[in-house]
């Protein structure tokens, strides 16, 4: 089987396990398994595979550890992990992601799934990393976004992603344009941007990788 | 007597009229109450107004959960309204603190309601705390805001499903327009209708 399939076969059995703790206890959150669901959809894959394929031309020698930020379930991680073996910390301040990412990503010993406010805890470790990847700007406030850029190494690569997605309730940190978006961040030196269509049609994803 | 009536406003859905238009209807019953919006636009308010907290950045409804934290810059009763609220009467027999208080949504009581959809048959448009009293409410918000996000199409499945401990006001200080309860209430809502002023 190739990751996908390993993915898939794991995110529904991790489904299974809710259904089935549902059945006897009432405080199973049933709503675990749709969110699940929609981590690894269509549109989810389809902006992850976008990002490797323009990402992989710089995960060179020199990065020896990456951070990805609101790292969800791992998905992001795991897609990376079939390029590198350097150490992967996937971040979410979600509790729950920690448990369900531990089987999504099972087999992959360099990712770390850790509980914590991502920017909290970039913020502890600012010089740490040489890739940091966030795939959910939207969900970030600005003056995080703002921060991680100014406190990170100079020579750190960013691969950033947002969208134009404006009437999701949490989406708090949308964009007009890729642009806009790449203007946003301040960076010293763009590398790549880059906007794509999501398959649902209801928004555009951008992207730009820079230091 | 409140110590403090508060307005949320926030994008663009309601006009600065809307706050304006309240604070008067309101101030006929509750003259020594201090009138204050909470919003991401001050202009043309008439009334004292509390920027939105810079972070976290919230949109739409979310943001009233903000009015619980400890850092929202009031003491003392505090009395909420939505902006879609229509103010006929005195409303005062009806308004009480005790703990968290907000509606009974009388017009949802024999509905079905799926337990993975989350709807509840309580309304959040009339909200009375104390302030500072409330804070495990946003500290709650705070602890995972996307995931309840995500999950909940407002706060009041929110404040129902995350087992927040309320009251509720007696029925008859509401009629909702959409659904009405045929008695006379001192308060019309719209529950979101457009609504001319």
Not at chain 1, 59 to 72: T, Y
Not at chain 1, 191 to 206: I, T, V
Not at chain 2, 40 to 56: A, G, H, R, T, W
Request: hydrophobic share 35%.
């Amino acid at each position: 089987m190739n990751y996908k399939e390993v993915l898939y076969e794991n995110a529904l059995q991790a489904i299974d396990e809710i259904y089935k703790r549902s059945q006897y206890d009432p405080d199973e959150d049933l709503y675990r398994s749709f969110d699940i669901i929609n981590s690894v959809n269509k549109n989810q894959i389809a902006s992850k595979e976008w990002l490797i394929e323009n990402l992989v031309p710089f995960l060179h020698d020199d990065i020896k550890k990456v951070c990805v930020m609101g790292g969800w379930y791992g998905l992001s991680a795991l897609m990376l992990a079939q390029h590198t073996n350097v150490p992967i910390d996937s971040v979410d301040y979600d509790p729950e992601t920690k448990r369900i990412g531990k089987l999504l990503t099972r087999g992959y010993d360099n990712i770390q799934l850790i509980t914590e406010d991502a920017a909290d805890w970039f913020f502890h470790k600012p010089k740490r990393y040489q890739l940091i990847v966030n795939t959910s700007c939207e969900h970030i406030d600005q003056i995080d976004l703002d921060l991680m850029v100014a406190m990170k190494r100079e020579d750190t690569i960013i691969c950033f992603q947002s969208n134009n997605y404006h009437s999701i309730q949490s989406h708090i940190n949308t964009h007009n344009s890729l642009d806009e978006f790449v203007d946003s961040l301040k960076l010293t030196e763009v590398l790549f941007k880059e906007e794509m269509k999501a398959p649902s049609g209801q928004y555009d994803r951008y992207m730009v990788i820079g230091k | 007597m409140p110590d403090n009536i508060i307005f949320v406003k926030h994008g663009d859905k309601y006009d600065p009229e809307h706050v304006n238009r309240l604070r008067d209807q309101l101030r006929e019953y509750y003259p020594y109450a201090q009138y204050f919006c909470y919003t991401d636009n001050p202009l043309n308010v008439e009334i004292e107004c509390i920027p939105c907290f810079e972070k976290p950045a919230l949109k739409f409804w979310w943001n009233k959960l903000a009015m619980f934290s400890k850092d929202f810059p009031l003491e003392g009763k505090c009395l909420y309204f939505d902006l879609d609220m229509d103010i006929k009467e005195d409303p005062s027999s009806f308004i009480k603190w005790n703990g968290l208080t907000i509606l009974n949504a009388y017009w949802k009581k024999d509905m079905y309601m799926a337990p993975h959809a989350y709807d509840v048959s309580i309304n959040s448009s009339i909200i009375t705390w104390v302030a500072g009293e409330q804070d495990h409410i946003w500290e709650k918000f705070m602890s995972n805001r996307d995931y309840y996000m995500r999950k909940y199409a407002g706060i009041d499945r929110f404040l129902v499903h995350e087992k927040i401990k309320f009251n509720t006001f007696e029925n008859g200080l509401v009629n909702s327009i959409a659904n009405p309860i045929n008695i006379p209430t001192p308060i019309d809502m719209y529950n979101g209708i457009s609504y001319e002023l």
